[in-house]
């Protein structure tokens, strides 16, 4: 019989770092925790030799610890201003805030929010919003804000500041695109970083529409899923995720598309839940998952 | 406790067949066989509703069968006139004769001919033919024939001609490349179509070159490969089988080099022993697999 | 461009056969179905050289069928009488009825619903059976009676007395246990043959009470799940379909429950649609899933 | 276009430790090897919540590290004195010595073998065992020591007397019972406890003898492979690997037989590299694979 003693009650901090590697960069962060009176729980370092990069993750309990939060930045400041690092503190009693966006599809939209009331996801859920109508009932369901903004060629930009004036009033933390239907403009992108998308294929195969019907075309015995961040190039993003399915002469379109839903749930809800752990460290065009 | 009749020990026919799907096609096909005293011992249909196209494998034993090979073939062609067919016969003690081509690395064919060694593999090797002789020694290992015949700009075309007379001698059904790192000419395909690939990617993400440096630089989170007739154009031809592999960050190029052999070496193994097997069947640019 | 002509718009007939294995079989039913006017767009053989037993899935459109639906199984009985066969027939238009039987996790009820609402599973959900109520406000939501039968020690057969008589009178043709947390009465399932259950291993490892606890306490690299047909010994029956996910020393026995869900979710569903298509036909303690 | 560094060529040490989980750890032990001039690359952590212990890997570069091997032990030892800790140190030009052990069956073999010249496995290989002599020619061929040690019931002990002194003459640090179809005697394994197996199933289902034939007759639809370290207890050793595949009703016994020999070279060799570089901490009955 085993005991779980979950470590998740008691608040802790987590650090998220990224500099070029040298000698006793682990020492002084272990060192920081240690003598202030943290305990790490949680520690993942990887060295990318092709970069030279140094890129760490620690997590520590706060119970005890002698520094405020807004000293711990400060003297984290102090510390790691020498190294050219680039850096993220989260608490875990922040919890935070995530719009999803949505056309007609309900499938990967209905699986976060179910998996959000079991509790598997860390987060508020305050806003989704829609260029359709088709799935204001689920938000209504759940007691979520529901905003439509339909686009059209003529009014996208207009729309897409109505869209960050949403994210402001909501304090969003992260949107998800979970079956958005919209390229999103490169202005808005720079605007708001924080978005994961889901794309239905393996990545780079199949970037832009109709991937399941190419994937048909092309008779591949394989088909994918793929969450990344967002980026100003169409399906280029930093990948965080990816899972395939097999499929066989039997799979029409239709089968792939039924197949793929599956594969599009369980890949984003992983990349959400990474991403809200704060384990997912962005570098170039790749990232590491602690 | 189950015990096992091994159906291989007797021989079978058996028939690979695709034309316009119409009524009675299975009914006239099984009445064939039964009426000249075959048991069918593995039937598999498939109807492709977007082309309105019947697929179709049955494998009978040849035991008690009132015809001669001679007379099913000619028999057989009188019934199947009438449906603008194409079809195959095949028997299970005609071993097919393969020949193997390779460069330098030795995986896959050191894999195959264990597996072959092993009697995975229902097939004759008496040829292998590489524009190398880093693998010469292999062929000597295991008593093959080695035909050293190296390309360059110039002499391609006419080094293929010697690779076709090759094939001619050595009676060659299929050819397999084996990591065989040229690119055939088209007239060499139009000359000798029954050659499978294996490419070291999911297909169709990173055709062409060094498809595992692309996919770290892209930092894909799975890596796959392909194996796949041979076509006029490059990495594009019917695909038989595919099969991927998760990787991380902590895996640099050389870690999906690695990675990436074990999945080449089971994917063209699957695939050399699916059409040996009689189970593969090419139609537009796709395969049903028996 | 790949059109998709959607063969289930046409009804059609699928008939389920097993019997020892004797030539001519396969022509005598394709020939049925054939002279009758019958047009067959699936069908798939497996013989069981182990038992000798010929297993056999064909499905034929019924438009321009000569033989009326009872005709059909009157003609059929004739033909198959000497065969010493086991065969059922459906009919594509004939909606099996499905009961859900639940205890309080809700996952795989909401995962069913899901996917029925969205087309995925062809039958009708009249009924949902539950020992206790955590689950009715799912069932008002999705407009399907619930009925709650708690189970104890002394009422456990009357209960399921009470239970067999919904069976009847919602004319149910599937029970489908989505964690349903009670062992069946082997007079139960004597009653009513038709139960698939969802159990949260890779069977035969854990059967019984807790796996997830079990296989944490056991340090394995994979965890799974299996659904298969009820029979009187528990977790025992035949296995219609499993799937696993890894796990590493990172994820505690929550995290084994919350991967295993997805797993339960994704087999379960595939084994009630393969049921649901006419897929499965049992034979001994296995199943051939066509 | 990415440049791999491989950190390879530079000498580095390995720690592993695990002991009762304290503030300071991880300061304590970056401290040590920073003050003494080490550069950290890899450093992972695991605390076992349900037991209170704090598992530990860390490897530096010993390029211009001020301590020498001798005095690395030493200072440890006294820094990890109070902690109650078990640990070890490795360096990575000491090259660890395996001994294969097989029966008749020769795929595991061979793949380590090939691994090996393939450079997959940083280790010597000076020895093979056999109760048979069935592989002396592939001894032979890659020039190892073969050592026929035929086994029956009188021998048992009196044999394993003379395995032990073989591994002692040669020095061996890692035992592999490549499909070595004996069972150790429990003096044995106390006497040499690094020893890694390869079972043909998934554990803990099918332990013992036969399990793909046991595999066939419960008529499962995934079939396993399980690299653990052995123990007294048949079978119930810490898992270190595991992997499934896929079967159908297609599958006979010899099928399973032929797909489970791919699982068992890839879960084996996975093991093998992993225990070669120090990735592998056991506590309890577990395993952690950094």
Redesign the interface.
Known sequence: ???????GKLNTATLLISCP????????I??F???N??????????????T?LF?NRVEWQLDGFNLSREAIATAFYAIAKPWNAQWQIHFSDIIPRIAIWVTKQN?CL?DLL?RWQ?K?LKAEIPLIVSNHTALEAIAH?FAIDFHHLPIDQENKLSQEQKQLELLEKYQIDLVILAKYMQILSPSLVASFPNIINIHHS?????PGAKPY?RA???????I?ATAHYVTEDLDQG???????VHV???D???DLI?KG??LEK?VLSRAVRWHLDHRVLVY??????F
């Open positions: 019989m085993s005991i779980q003693i979950n470590p590697d040298r000698p006793g960069l682990v020492a002084k272990a060192n925790i240690y003598t009176g943290g305990n790490i729980i949680h520690a993942d370092q990887h060295t990318d030799f092709s030279g890129l499938h209905l179910w079991a598997e369901q393996f990545l780079p195969a199949f019907h048909y075309d092309r008779g591949v015995k394989i994918g930093p990948i965080i995720e990816q899972e395939v066989s002469h039997r029409n379109v239709s039924r839903k599956d369980l170039g065009n790749r990232t590491v998952v």
